[in-house]
């Protein structure tokens, strides 16, 4: 999506041998962002089996919970800038 991290990473890669183990942190980097940005699976799911409070509330039993990594990871109040 950046023009100068795409150019940046290229660099990189063409900078790095398999002496090195093809060892590149920024590609690691655009790949963890990228999992962070567009996950592979929208989070965990559960279905509970007995009644529970959860920061105040209850929920019944029977009801689905889910834990969504989609909704922190759009957040700046956790990723800086993280609609960039």
Request: proline share 5%; glycine share 8%.
């Amino acid at each position: 999506r950046s023009a100068r991290v795409k150019a940046a990473l290229e660099a990189a890669l063409a900078e790095s041998t398999e002496d090195d183990g093809g060892d590149c942190p920024l590609l690691q980097a655009c790949i963890k962002e990228a999992m962070r940005v567009e996950p592979i699976l929208g989070g965990g799911f559960r279905l509970l089996d007995s009644d529970i409070k959860l920061l105040g509330h209850s929920i019944p039993s029977g009801w689905v919970v889910s834990c969504d990594s989609r909704i922190p990871a759009a957040q700046d109040a956790i990723f800086a800038r993280a609609a960039e």
